[in-house]
């Protein structure tokens, strides 16, 4: 039998703000079935009743039960037995983009929750904590029932499967250096200060911050270091009033001064005045650099989808290509490096044991993970400075860290749903240069090549990556490749058409046109992909949702939208629709991605739950699994014998997949190739070959 728990709060506590292990348990209630609930307080009286109940072999549920309830009573040293299922996840499972959807009240009146209690929480802490206990099985008989109708039940079965092994390996955390993160935080604060110092050179000192936002109101003695400014602020009216007093000690109207008038404030007005103030050398906030570019007589970028005035990054390297002002270039190294101190150099704060505990979680259309407190799996890269914070991830000593990398997992699988073996191929090889050689460039013809073997065809590409001849723009081969070629592939494998294209990587594309344009040179490099992406959307647009492999399922609402050109009425002669009558929507980018992406984060999924079960996970050359970074699982393993772990685990990642067969391009089922890495800290490792 299911059983339901909750867990209540003292009414100020702030989730946010304490840490884990201090937090506060105020009651805790059981319900057995809707309608019926049994509250207890958190006390001693009650603890051998509750303790029981926790530790019985019996199925458990709660609302966010994984990512809190569960969490708080595992801190607070309780035991809980049996399978441990989670209603918001299992909701979210069913109606994945549903934003601000995912509370227990809101969820439940999915499905037939009668009225609202939330209110109850201060009137009535005993009516309102059996609502809030028996409402989740009201939740997970729904969900159950209508997931199993569609065939999805067993999506959210590999989500219970994979959480308790996530749980573990957030528990066993990544290592880091504390010195050299503190010797690294210093760095960055200096490098700050310097930029900022170079940046204040830049700009007259009329565009710099007062200290005091309106100016100080009482003129200050020494004037040393002060400036005077003109401000907005509000300034007292007076009016003088004649007073008739005897002026006796202690009169009430002079206050004993003895005058015959007295000035009273009698309200405040918005002036302009001047005043002494403090001035606070530059810092790239949006306003300064607004302010800064309107003195200068720039054109102020707008927002892409906001009628607003903005200075993000994108804003900013448009105005330094424009313009060739140095100070917006020192303004992104300023914001790049303030990022990386605040959100990684100082936001990963270790624990006692020195590791980073992370939380990771399951709330996402695609079947890809999450994480958070910190986010382990976005750790930044490319940059000299990114590279001194991987060098603070280490491992103990005598270990090693490996890491296996699934390669070309996103366009294998996009391939494998298209049923297109030449894409495939393509992906295995070298996507990104076969697109710049044969589609941008055009410099060999595409039946040629696919003609050679592998081992050809990877020659001709090394010989063109080596090749420094200027070819378009001055650039050579390889950073055509790297740029505008690897920005188009990863943009068609989700389903980006020119004008998305052109907004996510402008950088790369002077013009709309330009994007547009290598979008139709990949449709016509891949006929099969491209016709399967039309046929996608709108199979969305049909049936308003989409399952995949793995039962998942995302409702769609506007994969296709009436074209505005013809209106469906004149569509026959529409050149834009093609006689359709619709042309994609905002959500068809979603749908063309959302079926190979369930496909790739499905297998990995399945890789590690087999893993596990060989014992591969929790003792890994009496080490272990410490991060899950969306295609890459990273462990740390005895550096003596790490090889025949590795082995192994290779192995097992590599192992064709039963749920992904397909009688031409997979008939034993589908096999990704798996990179394998090591090294001593993140920034160290090497590409090996087992």
């Known amino acids: 039998m299911l059983v339901s728990i909750d867990i209540e709060n003292p009414k100020m506590f702030n989730e946010e703000a304490t840490e884990w292990e201090d937090v506060p348990i105020r009651q805790i209630q059981f319900s057995l079935g809707v309608w019926e609930g049994l509250v207890m307080p958190w006390t001693n009286t009650y603890m051998p ?7 019985s072999e019996n199925p458990k549920i709660g609302h966010n039960w994984w990512l809190y309830d569960g969490r708080v009573l595992r801190k607070a040293g309780k035991e809980i037995r049996g399978v441990e299922h989670d209603s918001m996840v299992m909701f979210h499972h069913r109606q994945s983009n549903i934003p601000g959807c995912y509370g227990l009240q809101p969820t439940a009146s999915f499905f037939g929750a009668l009225h609202p209690w939330k209110h109850l929480a201060g009137a009535n802490p005993e009516l309102y904590g059996c609502y809030d206990v028996s409402e989740p099985l009201r939740i997970f008989k729904g969900c159950k029932e209508e997931l199993e109708a569609l065939g999805c039940w067993k999506g959210y079965e590999q989500k219970l499967r994979l959480d308790p092994i996530l749980v573990r390996m957030c528990r066993r955390g990544l290592l ?11 760095k960055l604060a200096l490098d700050m200060e310097a930029k900022q110092k170079e940046m204040s050179r830049l700009v007259p000192e009329e565009l710099w911050n007062a200290k005091q936002k309106t100016g100080l109101v009482k003129e200050p003695k020494n004037t040393k270091g002060l400036v005077q400014r003109e401000f907005v602020a509000m300034v007292p009216l007076t009016e003088v009033v004649e007073l008739d007093c005897k002026c006796k000690r202690g009169c009430k109207q002079c206050g004993g001064t003895r005058k015959k008038q007295r000035v009273v404030k009698i309200g405040e007005e918005e002036r302009k005045v ?28 707008k927002h892409r989808k906001e009628d607003r005035e903005t200075m993000d990054g994108q804003a900013l390297e448009e105005l330094s290509k424009e313009t060739g002002d140095p100070l917006f270039g020192l303004a992104q190294e300023y914001r790049e490096i303030q990022k990386l101190k605040g959100s990684y150099v100082d936001g990963w704060k270790p624990g006692a044991d020195g590791r980073i505990h992370s939380t990771f979680g399951h709330l996402t259309a695609s ?21 001194l914070f991987k060098a603070c991830i280490i491992v103990p000593p005598k270990f090693v860290r490996v890491r296996m990398d699934f390669s070309s997992f996103h366009a294998i699988m996009t391939g494998f749903e298209a049923k297109d073996p030449l894409y495939m191929r393509m992906a295995r090889l070298d996507f990104h240069s076969f697109y710049t050689l044969c589609g941008m460039l055009k410099l060999e013809k595409l039946e040629r090549i696919v003609e050679m073997e592998d081992a050809e065809i990877l020659g001709l590409f090394a010989w063109w990556k080596a090749n420094k001849k200027a070819l378009k723009d001055g650039m050579t081969f390889k950073e055509i490749r790297g740029t505008a070629g690897k920005r188009t592939v990863l943009g068609y494998g989700f389903g980006m058409e020119g004008g998305m294209l052109f907004k996510t990587y402008p950088e790369f594309f002077e013009k709309k046109k330009d994007a547009a344009t290598a979008i139709a040179e990949l449709d016509a490099l891949v006929p099969v992909t491209a016709a399967w992406r039309r046929s996608v959307v709108r199979e969305a647009h049909k049936f308003r949702r989409l399952i995949s492999r793995y039962g998942y399922v995302r409702e769609f609402h506007e994969a296709m939208v009436v074209c505005s050109s013809c209106h469906y009425r004149n569509r026959e002669h529409c050149p834009r629709c093609a006689g359709e009558g619709f042309v994609y929507g905002k959500e068809a980018k979603e749908a063309i991605a959302f079926r190979p992406s369930n496909d790739a984060h499905g297998h990995i999924k399945d890789a590690v739950i087999r893993l596990d079960k060989l014992g591969l996970i929790e003792r890994v050359g009496l080490g272990g699994m410490v991060n899950y970074v969306h295609d890459d699982l990273q462990f740390e393993m005895r550096e003596r014998g790490w090889e025949k772990w590795a082995q192994l685990v290779v192995e097992e990642l590599e192992r064709p997949n039963r749920k992904l067969i397909d009688p031409v391009l997979a008939p034993q089922g589908l096999s990704v190739k798996v990179e394998v890495m090591v090294g001593k800290r993140l920034s160290e490792m090497k590409e090996i070959k087992l």
């Open 176 to 186: 880091m250096d504390v010195e050299a993160q503190r010797k690294l935080s210093e």
């Open 367 to 387: 079947g890809q993970t999450t994480s958070r407190d910190p986010n382990t799996q976005q750790i930044p890269a490319h940059t000299d400075t990114a590279q």
């Open 49 to 55: 009743v509750i303790d029981q109940l926790l530790k």
């Open 274 to 301: 001047i005043r002494w103030c403090r001035l606070v050398e530059f810092v790239p906030s949006p306003d300064q650099l607004i302010r800064y570019c309107k003195a200068k007589k720039y054109k102020v970028p």
